[in-house]
């Protein structure tokens, strides 16, 4: 934790900090997104995923939010220990099984795609290919897993394309480095609930209050 | 809720009643019989909550707000649930819902008559009227000082804050000609005091009202309903899940069966209302072959079409700000150019930043460079949505699927498809919700095509074949079971469900103890 708060100081890890650090976020909130802003572990092993299948799901990710600053965050990982910890959110469609379950063949099937079209697997597809292949799976159209066990049919691969992009966009914005540098401030609503709960009163189209982040084209206060 | 100084019942004792769920539907009745003087049990499957320290701005932290046990969603249009519709805790859905309270268009309870389509209700809206004026009263609605579509209407508090979303929806109304106003909203605008309950300070616009209000300003039954009921001696028992019933040779139920942790339990009773919610409440009916005479328990399932428009603003709107969907208009409750039957009811949007980021990849489909772009501009954007009529339908159906989940008993299978009638309903409300985004200054405006809530299983009516429960919420099989949630919608409506459920448990519980219903003060 202290290295993310001791970092060098540029625009990036200044508006980073002064999330972090800023005194109208609940604790309970504060220690969770110290939690998120940890890096992730380099030779992370996956839990609920094969090797083959956090490879294949890196890529899919990539794709999916693709990041260009030096320090990434691996949604993939992220992603295995969710499924690892499987309480799922509540809900599946009955086209599908269970979320762990649905990661795993479509993840396969997506590997069994890209041998289709002459790769080793999906992530030894350029990036260019990969964005082709999920076109068709996003459009319904990537048959190849049809009527064979633990894989999934087009149908059920634009579906489970979509959990995977619901549930990788909810990690990567929740991840303080990502709130920061939209200029979020939805967690610096009030330190303390109850009677004193402090929440915002600059709540109209332009207003800000002196603590939330300026964002590009608002001159400083 | 502190739950400190409650006062407890033996298990062995029989009581007056035993309610099951605590939220719009079990809360209100909870408080009227035990201040009739009835000993009163509430079982409740999930937690009691300090809101003040355990609830914060944050979706992923907020999950344990949701019912997950797993729900299969099924047919052409499935419904989403967890996050979307199903609360547990001691405050059941209220705990995160959104507090929004228009009162049913008396059309809607005749739709049938109406337009041959949907179903007619066993009552008239005269009948709500009186329930919903003490309602609103009681939980602390603001709105406006004068309602443009009723103008014997008077809410006790003044309306919320407007935040950005809000500001644009007037601007785009107003530039179309179109009616708006402040919204009836269970958000207490000021300080609130009613007798019976501690007093509430007002809201601070902090915007996360889906994640559970921290100050008590947003009305949930934990404080309001709920400690009415305690402290007229009710008892609610937290983390006590009911899977089964005892009955007599005749039928009637004596004892409920449930479970809190691993031990399991058994609360002897005299009478029993069912308050599970629109999925809970069929499930349990159905795994224990009760009250189905009809076959309809399952049936006519349905979920308001729930559409959304989305736009992006010159200016900043930080819509995660302000209480969400301040801004209502009525005026497409009947559109003149209707080609569908029923409408709907349409409101500003502000939502935090990692549900909008979720139906931004989910409803609009986008991912890679796009998506990355979209997301940094949520600053810049805001939304308009609506609440439709979905008309009811036998294939629409809850039933008991052959998995089991973590309960032990099968998980619901929901399938749901709409129909002919919310395609066209939903057609015309994009087209006018886009009309008052462009006026409204909006650009790069996409739609997002959801549903909400939980809706009908368990119908009221006043045929035994037709319906599971009786005008009143009492089962015509079982006659000391009365069922009161949203399950017992005989259709949809255009409102937003809990005040209409709030209003329906007051009078199942006047019916109950054979009082008069009170009059209204306002006109029908
Ligand atoms: C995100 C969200 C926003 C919403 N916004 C609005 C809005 O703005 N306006 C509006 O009118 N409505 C809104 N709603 C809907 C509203 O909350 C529900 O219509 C209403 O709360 C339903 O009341 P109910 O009594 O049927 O069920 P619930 O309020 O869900 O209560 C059911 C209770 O029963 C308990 N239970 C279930 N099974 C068992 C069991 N076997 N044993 C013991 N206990 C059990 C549950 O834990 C729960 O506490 C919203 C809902 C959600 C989720
Ligand atoms: S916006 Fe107001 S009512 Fe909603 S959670 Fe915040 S303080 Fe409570």
Redesign the interface.
């Known amino acids: 934790m202290q290295d993310i708060l001791n970092r060098p100081a540029d625009a990036s890890s200044n508006a980073l900090r002064a999330l972090l650090t800023s005194p109208r976020i609940p604790e309970r909130l504060r220690a969770e997104l110290l939690r998120r802003a940890a890096p992730d572990d380099p030779a992370y092993e996956p839990r609920a995923l094969s090797d083959a299948q956090l490879d294949a799901l890196r890529a899919l990710a990539s794709r999916i939010l693709p990041q260009d600053g030096d320090e990434p965050i691996d949604l993939a990982a992220r992603l295995d220990a969710m499924m690892a910890e499987a309480t799922g959110n509540g809900w599946r469609y009955e086209a599908l099984p269970s979320d762990p379950d649905a990661y795993r063949y479509g993840l396969d099937t997506l590997d069994d795609l890209a041998k289709a079209l002459g790769a080793s697997r999906f992530a030894g597809l350029s990036g260019g290919e990969q964005d082709e292949l999920l076109r068709r799976v996003q459009a319904g159209e990537a048959r190849g897993g049809e009527g064979r066990p633990r894989r999934l049919d087009a149908a059920q691969l634009a579906l489970w394309f979509e959990e995977v992009r619901s549930d990788a966009v909810r990690l990567f914005v929740a991840h303080p480095a990502i709130m920061a540098r939209l200029g979020y401030s939805g967690p610096l609503d009030g330190h303390e609930g109850g009677p004193a709960f402090a929440g915002f009163d600059a709540v109209g189209i332009g207003e800000r209050e002196s603590f939330e982040p300026l964002l590009p084209g608002e001159g400083a206060p | 809720m502190n739950l400190d100084r409650m006062r407890r019942y033996a298990e062995t004792e029989t009581v007056d009643v035993v309610v099951i769920g605590t939220g719009a539907g079990g809360a209100p009745l909870l408080a009227r019989l035990a201040a009739a003087g009835l000993t009163v049990v509430a079982l409740e499957a999930g937690a009691n909550r300090d ?11 907020s ?1 344990d707000l ?10 052409k249009t ?1 419904e ?4 979307n519709n ?1 609360g547990v805790g001691v405050g059941g859905s209220t705990l995160h819902w959104g507090a929004f309270v228009p009162r049913a268009d008396a059309r809607d309870l005749r739709l049938k008559t109406e337009t041959g389509k949907g179903e007619d209700w066993p009552l008239s809206f005269s009948d709500l009227l009186p329930y919903y004026e003490e309602v609103e009263r009681f939980i602390g609605v603001s709105g406006p000082a004068n309602y443009p579509w009723d103008a014997d209407r008077r809410y006790p508090l003044p309306p919320v ?4 979303p809000a ?2 929806m007037i601007a785009g109304c107003e530039a179309l000609g179109v009616k708006a106003s402040d919204g009836p909203v269970a958000v207490v605008s000021e300080p609130y005091a009613v007798g019976g309950i501690p007093a509430r ?1 007002p ?6 009202c889906h994640q559970g209000c ?3 300003a947003k009305t949930s039954m934990d404080v309001t309903y709920l400690p009415l009921g305690l402290g007229h001696g009710a008892e609610i028992r937290p983390n006590s899940f009911v899977h089964g019933f005892e009955r007599d040779r005749q039928g009637r139920i004596t004892a409920v069966l449930y479970r809190q942790g691993e031990v399991e339990k058994r609360q002897r009773c005299a009478a029993v209302f069912l308050c599970a919610g629109a999925v809970e409440t069929p499930r349990l009916l159905l795994v224990n072959d009760l009250a189905n005479s009809s076959g309809q328990v399952g049936r006519n399932y349905t979920a308001h079409v729930a559409t959304q428009v989305w736009g992006t ?1 010159d ?4 819509m ?3 209480y969400p969907s301040a801004i209502i208009t009525e005026d497409m409750v009947r559109p003149k150019d209707a080609d569908f039957a029923g409408g709907y009811l349409v409101q500003s949007l502000g939502v ?3 549900t909008w ?2 139906q ?3 409803g609009r ?1 986008l ?3 796009d ?2 772009r979209y ?2 501009r ?2 810049w954007t805001a939304g308009i949505g609506i609440n439709g009529e979905s008309l009811p339908s036998e294939e629409n159906r809850l039933t008991l699927s052959d998995e089991k989940d973590a309960t032990g008993l099968p998980k619901p ?1 929901i ?1 749901y498809s709409e129909g002919e009638n919310e395609a066209r309903l939903k057609r015309h409300a994009v087209a006018f919700m886009r009309q008052v985004w462009e006026a409204a200054g909006a650009s790069d405006i996409w739609v997002l095509e959801r549903t909400a809530h939980t809706i009908g299983t368990c119908r009221m009516g006043t045929d035994p074949d037709r319906a599971v429960v009786d005008p009143f919420g009492r089962s015509f099989d079982t006659p000391n079971l009365w069922i009161c949630d949203n399950s017992v919608f005989p259709s949809s409506l255009a409102a937003n469900p809990a005040l209409t459920i709030m209003a329906l448990s007051l009078r199942a519980a006047d019916r109950f103890l054979d009082r008069a219903a009170p009059t209204a003060v306002g006109q029908a």
């Open positions: 809101p003040a320290t355990e609830f914060v701005p944050d979706e992923a932290m999950a949701y019912w997950m046990n797993e729900r299969v969603s099924g047919g499935p989403a649930f967890g996050a199903s804050k407007r935040n950005a500001q644009a300070v809201c601070r616009n902090c915007g996360y921290r100050n008590g603003f200016k900043p709107m930080r995660n700000k302000g935090v930043l990692q980021s979720d931004v990849a989910r489909g991912w890679g460079r998506l990355v997301l940094d949520y600053n299978l399938r």
